[in-house]
């Protein structure tokens, strides 16, 4: 059981007597042409077929917005199972939430990011680290799924949804950032689209014209138009950006102070001064604040789309004390809203928040139909908070300017929540936790029976039913307890506003911001294998070892710091991150599940060879952009040296510095991964490999001598380290 809040209740259930279900059937479209990704791994000669083969009831998708998470919830013969993508444990579990019980593991191919339940009962796992979709299929209730086909798909799926008719599946990947359609009656490939960089939660729209995906980093939402048969043909970005009314306390000299009361009563300021006070009271400030942390989308019965985010202030464009803005919370929590037809994205301005304790780590989202309550997911603050999806709440205005306007009550879970589904027939909400592996059942609905809000805090009290996973592997503890630091939120150990890690590095990456520092400004680097053999460290190379960089970094964070074996956990925890593979080095019976359909529409498989073709014309441009990158006259590779082009160790004045710099010279950076990490140069001033070949000749390297196609050539070759 999960305590809800301090107070301890009695156990109040949750479940009641099963709600009839329709099951719509899949309806399968006339799908055009696209082209497919080249296969890295021999296909058989009869490829296999992902068609559904079970006869008998099929699991009924119980989400009417057909979006994908880490937990999909089916109705079977009346029971509810739980599908739940444990990505630590490389496996599938089945779940009956009446029971309460684990009754199946499905060992798959890779780590599933999300899963999905299509119309006719299939289920579809997003295995981030392999580009693979897995297809399978229940064969019975308490037996595990039955393979039935393995996709290969862009770098690192993660989002899926389906159109409304159950037609489409929409797959967002991040490492090649894309957004493909797949036809969900064979999985045929209808069309790809790339995106801008980070790309993860997708949901489409209630007409199924349009998909909307969000972005990790960068502060937008992309609203993709699908075409008639599903296939996405072009994207626009709608920014999430948003403002903050800060106050600014009276200074001292315009202040008064009211002498202390007595018996007579309390003192007044002389007549006239109260006035003049609040006259020279100054203005609230404007603070722009930059969208960040988009991991989550959940689209309302209105077709109104909500998006849990992080609103970020970087701080000024010069010098500062630590990372980002002194003396100001830095994240606060913040929700977006695009209308139904994608148009804009409303993040009404900020003047209050919720401080250290807001959902700084927004990592799911879900809307419980029929009650207009949204749920989200709280990495590292533990815990799930239900907030008012109304347009207009009675008694605010009509532009609620903070989450704290639209907080209902929130439940506490386990270690890590990183998933949510809502069964709406029954008002409840299953919530996977991935640190602990374990699946907590609350309350969706905006005035729960089974259990009371307390207030100040807005907690659940009583005890939480709770369902542990029976994982066959999982994280050692040294891995497992750094995961859980990497994202402890709300707390002051790591910064004196409660940021984690990840709030700067999400999944040991990026957040393509700029920070002010008390060297000037500084892009935030990529962790993700760039912490060895990359010392020294800092963009100033004057940190010998990573110890002494953390120190620093927690120093200027205000943190009030962890011990050495705490600080070794996070480095033992990032160590082992390794970047998303492909369809590559496939053993022998996932070659077998392999397929390689053609596009839908296409007379034979001919079509396949369009894009094997593309990718050896790639692989030809980035070979002869190797060649460039190493040749005397552009000199590219005398700083950036080695296998791993990592860096030579020393520092350079590349006449970078701006009047806001406190040293002029910097350490030369690792290009591991340098075409998955946007912007570029110490300060993000090139927003593109493009611009910073543009302006760095002789200063960096030369680069004014090479023609537009060479040029191309070397960012090819660039993307692809």
């Known amino acids: 059981m999960r305590a809800a809040a301090p107070i301890a209740l009695a156990l109040l259930p949750l479940a009641c007597t099963p709600a009839p279900r329709d099951a719509a059937p899949p309806a399968p479209s006339a799908a055009a042409a696209g082209p497919t990704p080249p296969i890295t791994a021999a296909a058989p000669a009869t490829p296999p077929s992902c068609a559904r083969r079970a006869a008998g009831p099929a699991p009924a998708p119980l989400d009417p917005t057909h979006a994908g998470s880490g937990v999909a919830l089916a109705d079977v013969g009346g029971r509810t199972l739980a599908f739940v993508a444990d990505e630590d444990d490389r496996a599938l579990h089945t779940v009956d939430i009446d029971a309460r019980a684990a009754l199946a593991r499905t060992p798959l191919a890779g780590r599933p990011a999300q899963v999905i339940v299509l119309g006719d009962g299939r289920v579809v796992a997003s295995l981030r680290d392999r580009g693979l979709l897995e297809v399978l299929e229940p064969t019975g209730v308490d037996a595990p799924l039955a393979r039935r086909c393995l996709v290969p798909v862009a770098s690192e799926p993660v989002g899926l949804a389906m159109t409304p008719d159950r037609a489409t599946l929409l797959v967002a990947s991040r490492w090649h950032p894309a957004l493909t359609s797949f036809a969900t009656a064979d999985l045929r490939r209808l069309g790809e689209l790339s995106l801008a960089r980070d790309p993860g939660a997708v949901v489409a729209s209630a ?117 980002g803005a002194a003396r100001a919370q830095t994240v606060i929590h913040h ?30 989202a879900a809307i419980a139909p029929g009650e207009d309550v949204l749920l989200v997911a709280c990495l590292g603050h533990d815990e799930v908070i239900a907030y008012d999806a109304r347009a207009e709440i009675p008694g605010q205005p009509k532009a609620a300017g903070s989450v704290r306007d639209r907080e209902l009550y929130r439940a506490r879970a386990g270690f890590g929540p990183t998933a949510i589904a809502v069964d709406g027939a029954r008002g409840r909400a299953v919530v996977f936790t991935r640190f602990d592996g374990e699946l907590t059942i609350l309350p969706a609905a905006r005035h729960p029976t089974s259990a009371v809000i307390q207030p100040p805090s807005k907690e659940l009290s009583g005890e939480l039913p709770v369902v542990v996973l029976p994982r066959a592997s999982r994280l050692d503890e040294q891995r497992a307890e750094g ?170 004045d590349v006449r970078s510095a701006t009047r806001f710099e406190a040293v002029r010279a910097f350490e030369t950076p690792s290009l591991r991964f340098i075409g998955r990490s946007a912007p570029y140069y110490h300060d993000g001033r090139y927003p593109t490999l493009r611009a910073l070949l543009d302006g760095v000749d002789g200063t960096m390297g030369h680069t004014a001598h090479l023609s537009a196609e060479d040029r191309r050539a070397l960012i090819a070759y660039l993307e692809s380290l």
């Open 207 to 323: 007409d199924g014209r349009r998909a909307f995906v969000a972005h990790a980093v960068g502060g937008r939402i992309s609203v993709v138009s699908l075409g008639e048969g599903g296939a996405p043909t072009a994207a626009r970005e709608l920014s999430t950006d948003g403002v903050e009314w800060r106050s600014r306390a009276v200074s001292k000299k315009a202040s008064w102070v009211a002498p202390p009361t007595s018996s007579m009563g309390a003192r007044r300021a002389p007549v006239g001064l109260e006035g003049l006070l609040r006259a020279q009271a100054p203005a609230p400030v404007r603070v722009r604040r930059r969208g960040s942390q988009g991991f989550a989308l959940a689209r309302a019965a209105s077709g109104a789309v909500f998006a849990p985010i992080a609103l970020v202030d970087p701080g000024p464009e010069t010098n500062s004390g630590g990372y």
């Open 335 to 364: 929700i977006a809203v695009v209308d139904a037809m994608g148009e804009r994205a409303d993040v009404p301005p900020v003047s209050t928040h919720l401080g250290t304790h807001g959902c700084q780590l927004p990592r799911a």
């Open 483 to 652: 995961q859980r630091l990497f994202h402890a939120a709300g707390g002051r150990r790591i910064a004196f506003d409660g940021r984690a890690c990840a709030s700067c590095h999400p999944d040991g990456r990026d957040d393509a911001l700029t920070w002010s520092t008390p060297e000037g400004p500084r892009q935030t680097p990529m962790l993700m294998g760039r912490l060895d053999g990359t010392a020294p460290y800092g963009w100033q190379g004057d940190k010998k070892d990573l110890e002494g960089h953390f120190a620093r970094t927690l120093s200027r964070l205000g943190g009030a710091g962890l011990t050495a074996d705490e600080r070794d956990a996070i480095f033992a925890y990032l160590r082992a991150m390794e970047p998303p593979g492909d369809a590559a080095d496939l053993m022998v019976e996932e070659r077998a599940a392999l397929v390689a359909l053609p596009p839908a529409g296409a007379a034979d498989a001919g079509a396949l060879g369009a894009g094997a073709a593309e990718t050896g014309d790639r692989a030809a441009l980035a070979a002869r952009g190797e060649a460039l990158f190493h040749a005397r006259e552009t000199g590219c590779s005398s700083c950036h040296v080695g296998d791993e082009l990592t860096t030579d160790g020393a520092r350079h």
